[in-house]
Nanobody, 117 residues
Framework: QVQLVETGGGLVQPGGSLTLSCAAS????????MNWYRQAPGKERELIAG????????AYADSVKGRFTVSRDNVKKTVNLQMNSLKPEDTAVYYC??????????WGQGTQVTVSS
């Protein structure tokens, strides 16, 4: 059974940091591209970071570039999102996504991140 479980969300003050983690099981993790998406209230789900199957390549949305860092551990089958210099506009539900191709794409349940003073 495929599972992606996100943890690490919560309430943080502007300028603070959080690290999200996504634990994967039930599929061959080390051949999947891993992504982080987020969805703010009233907005569409947005791709914010991705990392290749071997971790050698990463990509970021302009909105988080320089502040967020995605990493993965193919032994532990986890992918992390280190978020620094958080802003109120980063408030959203954050989702982990595993993608091999159009027919093999899995989602986690999401974790809430709220940036507020």
């Amino acid at each position: 059974q495929v599972q992606l479980v996100e943890t690490g969300g919560g309430l943080v003050q502007p300028g603070g940091s959080l690290t999200l983690s996504c634990a994967a099981s039930g599929f061959v993790f080390n051949v999947y591209f891993m992504n982080w998406y987020r969805q703010a209230p009233g907005k569409e789900r947005e791709l914010i970071a991705g990392i290749s199957s071997n971790g050698g390549n990463t990509a970021y949305a302009d909105s988080v570039k320089g502040r967020f860092t995605v990493s993965r551990d193919n032994v532990k089958k986890t992918v992390n999102l280190q978020m620094n210099s958080l802003k109120p506009e980063d408030t959203a539900v954050y989702y982990c996504n595993a993608r091999y191709d159009d027919s093999r794409s899995f989602w986690g349940q999401g974790t809430q991140v709220t940036v507020s003073s």
